[in-house]
Nanobody, 117 residues
């Protein structure tokens, strides 16, 4: 089992920044990819950004150039630096971890990000 705990959400004005953190614990040796997803009210959960153990990253088009994902493998931590936030970024943000086959998938409890206009 892997436990994921997010922190860093909050209320920010449009154009502002936030940094989300995710602390991972448990049996994490075979975790390959970590990612951030978000879910806005009435919408499906969507991928925001992902990063593999080799550092390969992938971003949703809507956040490219504004968000940066990073991980500290030594500390079992995942981060999401969010700059130039927009009201449409308002959502619950979830930390996700999975192994290379996708047979083990874990989710955090989520952290609310609210961007006011």
């Amino acid at each position: 089992q892997v436990q994921l705990v997010e922190s860093g959400g909050g209320l920010v004005q449009a154009g502002g920044s936030l940094r989300l953190s995710c602390a991972a614990s448990g049996t994490i040796l075979d975790i390959n990819t970590m990612a951030w997803y978000r879910q806005a009210p009435g919408k499906q959960r969507e991928l925001v950004a992902s990063i593999t153990t080799t550092g390969r990253t992938n971003y949703a088009d809507s956040v490219k150039g504004r968000f940066t994902i990073s991980r500290d493998s030594a500390k079992n931590a995942l981060f999401l630096q969010m700059n130039t936030l927009k009201p449409e970024d308002t959502a619950v943000y979830y930390c996700n971890a999975r192994n290379s086959l996708g047979t083990r998938v874990y989710w955090g409890q989520g952290t609310q990000v609210t961007v006011s206009s």
